[in-house]
Each structure stands twice: as structure tokens, then as C-alpha cells.
């Protein structure tokens, strides 16, 4: 299986000034949703008691996690190829119960979901042989409404803030080694944009003007302009094999992680020059990368299963590090709560997920949750809003993205 999405630990007791920080998240109620790839399930977290509400049954081999703008569905992609893998399991969020399974292409590897309206989920099939697909989701009714051929072996994809344009990164041979351009009015591929080898990652500038794309087998990371899809740079990286991209709020800099090394590479996005190579002290190698929601703050999953089990904590102030907080056995999914509160990490190692609060640091609990959590998705609030979305699943509406 590709990238397997990463024992069980005991639990262990929250101290009692971690009880008093947890109960100041009682008005927000975030909920957090983990993808155990060993168990094919999702376990449900109430992050204002940091225990887990729900242990959901989905499809084989749940790795990737997306959430309706409105928190209502949150959708699993089920990579497993046997019993109900190639599928999409959908979680009604306020019983917490899959009330659809949608049959997509062969290794659903990432969903996105358009993120104004929340109508439809663009899931991309990285499998074999019929694997060079995108399946596209009506979140109204839960029907596939469109396959689009796309580039071999798709992975990543991301979604421009207008909704108007789906950047798919395909990595394999062939036509792969390219970015798709799917239009979301029509559905079919707009534009094919040749970039490095294997392009692993992808991530789109909030403003919606340039696509970052990390071509983990060539050491450098495509530019492209939204407007013209063409590729206006290629930053050398070299000595370094991009995993992971994200980008602060105001879309001035990229930041990349890497799989080879805990290195951090930041880059300025005006003049697409690398500005800074942040060397965590701890860890051997990353997974993932997130950022704080007003964007001075940068945490990078590190380990592997070995002695650097950690989580770096890099300012973008001064392109620092500012901790590296030891987490459980290979670190893998990370997310951050809405307010920047707090941190949640999924040991896909020992069957555990690591909370820290962000301006403390230290680990201060762990939830035991299924066997090789990988993938983590949190809400944006507590309160659901899905009426409204029921009612339109009842007419059978499709809404206009």
C-alpha cells in the first residue's frame, strides 16, 4: 500500500492544570476526526474533554479526512483495495453514524472539498490501472456526478479559494510528473502543467493567484500562476525531498517540509527565492506540516519511529525554532484548533494522539484511539447547521457551486 497512512499506548491521566486549560474550549466545542488506517475506523475526539465521543466504522483503510465548510459531513476516503475500500465514507457529524458510502476509483488517496458552498468533494484515485481519475462528489445528494481522467497516479490536490479551479498533482509515469486543471463549472481538465518529478504535494496561496508544488524526486518546488497556468519558477531545494507545503495567511511565504531531513525551507512567494533553511534540533525526517490560523506559528511532524519522535515549533517572525515537543511513536497528521489553541498529533506508531497547548508547549495529554492513526480533521465550531443541508438532501437539490 502506498504511504501505509502510518501499540497501544495507556492512557495516560491529564494533569489537573490541564483539565482547567481544556474547559476554557467548552463554548467552542471542536470536535476532531481521526483516520485509523489499521482499524478502518474514525475516532470522534471532544476536544473540550479531550476524550473520544465516537469510534465510527468506515471502509478498509481510511486515510484522508475532509470536513464540509458547514461541519456537517465529514468525508473519509478509504484507500484499502478489499471489503469496502475504493470508497468514500460519509459521517453525518451530529449522530456521528456513516449514512452513505460512495463508490469512487481504485486508491482514493486525498478529498478536498469547494471550500465556499461545500457541494462538492473532489477525491483523487491514485490506483493502477484505471487509477488516473478524479471522482467528484455531489455533498447534496452523495452520487458521483463526474469521473475525470486526469494524469497517472494523482495524490495531491487542492482547491482555489474561489472554487473555480481543482490543481491535481500527478505523480506517475507517463503523463504523469504534471498538474491537472480541472474546472469546476464543467468538470474537465482545463490545462495540464509539466512540472518536476514526482510531485508529492501542492498548495494553493490564500489569494488564489500561485500554486506551490513539491517535486519530492528532483529536489525543487513548481510555481505556478493561476492565471495563465503556466510555471512562472522552479526553487532548487536541493539536498532536500519536499512532503509537505503550507503557506501563511497573507500568502508572502511557503514553507516546505521534507521528507529526507527535519528541514524547513522557507520560501519568499514576491520573489520565489529561498529565504530561510530552519534546522529543527530533534527528528528524522517530516511528515506533515500545519500553521497557526493568524500565521506565527509553524509546526512540522518529525520521527520516523525512532529516538526523534517530535514535533518543531518554528516562528515565522524570525524563521526560529522555538521548541521541539517529544510526541508519541511516528508522528504522522497534525491539525490545530480554529482559535490556535491547541495542537492535536496522530502517533500512527502507538495508536495515540498528542495535544499541546500553543502557548505552553508541552504535551499535555494523550487519547488512545485506533491502531495506526493517520489522517486528522477538526471542525471550525461546534454548533451544526446541518438543517438546512438535510433539507436539501431530502429535495434532492444540486446547488450551483
Known amino acids: 500500500m502506498k504511504k501505509v497512512i502510518r501499540k497501544i499506548c495507556s492512557k495516560i491521566a491529564y494533569p489537573l492544570v490541564a483539565y482547567s486549560v481544556f474547559s476554557s474550549l467548552d463554548a467552542f466545542g471542536y470536535y476532531a476526526y481521526v483516520a485509523n488506517q489499521g482499524a478502518s475506523t474514525v475516532s470522534v475526539i471532544d476536544t473540550s474533554i479531550n476524550s473520544v465521543l465516537a469510534t465510527v466504522t468506515v471502509g478498509t483503510a481510511p486515510g484522508a479526512i475532509a470536513i464540509t465548510p458547514d461541519n456537517a459531513y465529514v468525508y473519509v476516503a478509504n484507500y484499502g483495495t478489499s471489503g469496502n475500500g475504493n470508497s468514500v465514507s460519509v459521517i453525518n457529524s451530529s449522530i456521528n453514524q456513516v449514512t452513505a458510502t460512495v463508490i469512487v476509483g481504485p486508491g482514493p488517496y486525498q478529498i478536498a472539498i469547494t471550500p465556499v458552498t461545500g457541494y462538492y468533494a473532489y477525491v483523487s484515485n491514485s490506483g493502477g490501472g484505471s487509477g488516473q481519475t478524479v471522482s467528484v462528489i455531489n455533498t447534496i445528494t452523495n452520487l458521483v456526478v463526474a469521473t475525470v481522467t486526469v494524469g497517472g497516479s494523482p495524490e495531491g490536490l487542492a482547491i482555489t479559494p474561489n472554487n473555480t479551479y481543482v490543481y491535481v498533482a500527478n505523480v506517475g509515469g507517463g503523463d504523469g510528473n504534471s498538474v491537472s486543471v480541472i474546472n469546476t463549472s464543467n468538470n474537465q481538465v482545463a490545462a495540464t502543467v509539466i512540472v518536476g518529478n514526482y510531485p508529492s504535494c501542492i498548495a494553493i496561496t490564500p489569494n488564489g493567484q500561485y500554486v506551490y508544488v513539491g517535486n519530492s524526486s528532483d529536489n525543487t518546488v513548481s510555481v505556478i500562476n ?11 531545494v536541493t539536498g532536500y525531498t519536499p512532503i509537505d507545503i503550507v503557506i501563511t495567511p497573507d500568502s508572502h511565504y511557503a514553507y516546505v517540509a521534507n521528507s529526507n531531513s527535519s528541514v524547513v525551507l522557507a520560501i519568499n512567494t514576491s520573489t520565489n527565492q529561498v529565504v530561510a533553511t530552519i534546522y529543527p ?33 518554528i516562528a ?35 495508536g495515540n494522539v498528542s495535544i499541546f497547548n500553543t502557548s505552553l508547549n508541552p504535551v499535555v495529554g494523550f487519547i488512545n484511539v485506533g491502531s495506526g492513526p493517520t489522517a486528522i480533521g477538526i471542525t471550525s465550531s461546534g454548533s451544526s447547521i446541518s438543517q438546512q443541508r438535510q433539507f436539501q438532501r431530502g429535495i434532492g437539490n444540486r446547488v450551483a457551486r
Not at 510526541?327 to 497528521?333: F, I, K, L, R, T
Not at 497534525?334 to 500512527?348: E, K, L, M, R, S
Request: glycine share 14%; proline share 4%.
Open 226 to 236: 493561476t492565471s495563465t497556468n503556466l510555471v512562472i519558477a522552479t526553487v532548487s
Open 281 to 313: 534540533v530533534s527528528g528524522t525526517g517530516a511528515n506533515a506540516i500545519a500553521i497557526t490560523p493568524n500565521g506565527a506559528n509553524i509546526y512540522v511532524t518529525q520521527g520516523n519511529g525512532g529516538s526523534g519522535n517530535a514535533i518543531a515549533m
Open 316 to 350: 515565522t517572525s524570525n524563521n526560529s525554532i522555538v521548541d521541539n515537543i517529544t510526541v508519541g511513536n511516528s508522528p504522522d497528521g497534525i491539525a490545530i484548533t480554529p482559535d490556535g489553541a491547541f495542537v492535536y498529533v496522530t502517533n500512527q506508531g502507538s
